[in-house]
């Protein structure tokens, strides 16, 4: 399959309803520590915005809801991936996303035959702690050597001036969260990087 270049990753409907509408391609929706009725109400309202708009939504974690809500991707870091029900998943024709930080996760990525790869954080990122490094454009290379046709997505610490380097890199697609959500105008910056993403790719 192929990603779109921009890949924008929001915590709320409130931000795929705000961002989207500027020609955003490929949105997640990552919500964190929700009771269940909070996350069914933005996922249905993202799933509106999404199809009006040629969006493609992903959800992040919670693939039963998002089995439950006809929801056709999901994206899932490696302790979700740990107790998911993948056959259950391919069952309801769901797509699969797998978050990547270094070889044993990789590995454990490829196995899954997910439909893309995350790898990160390529930069310093302040979007959360992690305990890994930043990974670096070299990583990417080897990452995408490793998996092939199947698509990879950087994440951690992109702005910007920065995609030129990660696609000659080997990313497909990159992902951005604090870059736009943080800034002053994020539909300005969304539109931003937009422009920047479809100029390279």
């Known amino acids: 399959m192929k990603l779109d270049p921009f890949y924008l990753i929001v915590d709320s409907a409130d931000w795929i309803e705000r961002l989207v509408p500027h020609g955003v391609r490929l949105v997640q929706l990552r919500m964190k520590e929700v009771d269940e009725a909070?996350?069914?109400?933005?996922?249905?309202?993202?799933?509106?915005?999404?199809?009006v708009h040629d969006c493609q939504l992903i959800v992040n974690d919670y693939w039963q809801i998002?089995?439950?809500?006809?929801?056709?991707?999901?994206?899932?870091?490696q302790e979700d991936l740990a107790v998911a029900d993948l056959p259950a998943l391919r069952r309801a024709g769901l797509k699969l996303g797998l978050s990547s930080h270094d070889d044993t996760e990789l590995a454990a990525a490829v196995a899954a035959k997910p439909d893309y790869i995350a790898l990160g954080p390529v930069y310093p990122t302040i979007l959360k702690q992690m305990p890994w490094a930043p990974q670096g454009l070299d990583r990417l290379t080897l990452w995408k050597r490793a998996i092939g046709d199947l698509p990879l997505v950087a994440i951690g610490g992109l702005r910007p001036e920065r995609l030129a380097g990660v696609f000659a890199a080997g990313a497909d697609s990159a992902a951005v969260v604090t870059d736009i959500t943080l800034n002053a105008d994020p539909g300005a910056r969304t539109r931003e990087w937009l422009a920047v993403t479809r100029h390279l790719r």
């Open 38 to 51: 909070t996350l069914r109400e933005h996922i249905q309202r993202a799933k509106t915005v999404c199809a």
């Open 66 to 77: 998002a089995i439950d809500e006809g929801c056709d991707f999901v994206h899932l870091g």
